[in-house]
C-alpha cells in the first residue's frame, strides 16, 4: 500500500467548506484512494473512495489530482458534528486490511 | 439497519481468564477484520477472514484467536488475556473488495 501524508491537524468555521489534503506520491495504478474518518473513539466511519475520477456522494466530495498523486476530501457545508479524525488511506481493493495512519485532526468551530 | 454489533461495549478482566468479544454483521458480508487501536499505534489489523471457514492473520495477531462457522459472526478470542492485550479493539465486514467498510461501535478492553 502506498504511503499517505496528511496533515496533523486543521480547524474550521462551522459552515464553510473544509477542505482535507493528503499527498500520496508513490500510489501505483490500481490503488484506490479512501477516506474514512473517526468521531471520538467510535468506529471509523467511510465517507468516499476513488480511483482517478473525482467523486461525490452525499457526505463529501474526492478530488483527485490528474497524476494521483494527491487529494483532497471536501466536506462542502462543515457542522460541529463533523469534527473527527480524517483517514486518507491508499490501497488495493483487498477488502482484507485498511492501514490506518495518523490521520487529520478536523475540529470544526462556532 | 445495516450494522455491525461488537459486545461487550466495556469489559474489565484478570490476566488468563478466557474472554471472547463478540461480532455480529447483518449484510450478508463475506470479508470481516479485528483490528486494535492504541495511542500513538492508531489501528492494527489482528485477523481477517474472507468468507466461511476461511481466517487468516493479519499485523498483529499473537495471544488471539477468531473463528468463522457463520459468515454474520466472526468472534474474537482470548485465551490467556495479558495486560499488553488492553485496548479498544473494532469489528469490521464489507461485501466486496472494493466496496465500504462498516466497522462497530468498539469495545475497550482492559486486562488488570
Known amino acids: 500500500d502506498a504511503k499517505t501524508t496528511q496533515p496533523t491537524s486543521m480547524d474550521c468555521a462551522e459552515g464553510r467548506a473544509a477542505n482535507l489534503p493528503c499527498n500520496h506520491s508513490t500510489i501505483s495504478g490500481n490503488e484506490y484512494v479512501y477516506w474514512y474518518r473517526q468521531i471520538h473513539s467510535q468506529g471509523p466511519q467511510y465517507i468516499i473512495h476513488g480511483l482517478k475520477n473525482n467523486e461525490t456522494n452525499e457526505m463529501a466530495s474526492l478530488i483527485i489530482t490528474e497524476d494521483r498523486k494527491s487529494s483532497t476530501l471536501i466536506l462542502p457545508h462543515a457542522t460541529l458534528r463533523d469534527t473527527a479524525v480524517y483517514y486518507c488511506i491508499a490501497t488495493r481493493p483487498n477488502g482484507n486490511k485498511l492501514v490506518f495512519g495518523a490521520g487529520t485532526i478536523l475540529r470544526v468551530k462556532s | 439497519e445495516a450494522q455491525v454489533t461488537q459486545n461487550p461495549r466495556y469489559l474489565i478482566t484478570v490476566t488468563g481468564k478466557k474472554l471472547t468479544v463478540t461480532c455480529s454483521q447483518n449484510m450478508n458480508h463475506e470479508y470481516m477484520s479485528w483490528y486494535r487501536q492504541d495511542p500513538g499505534l492508531g489501528l492494527r489489523q489482528i485477523y481477517y477472514?474472507?468468507?466461511?471457514?476461511?481466517?487468516d492473520k493479519g499485523d498483529v495477531p499473537e495471544g488471539y484467536k477468531v473463528s468463522r462457522k457463520e459468515k454474520r459472526n466472526f468472534p474474537l478470542i482470548l485465551e490467556s488475556p495479558s495486560p499488553n492485550q488492553t485496548s479498544l479493539y473494532f469489528c469490521?465486514?464489507?461485501?466486496?473488495?472494493?466496496?465500504?467498510?462498516?466497522f462497530g461501535q468498539g469495545t475497550r478492553l482492559t486486562v488488570v
Open positions: 477472514s474472507m468468507n466461511v471457514e476461511v481466517t
Open positions: 469490521a465486514s464489507s461485501f466486496l473488495p472494493d466496496t465500504e467498510a462498516f
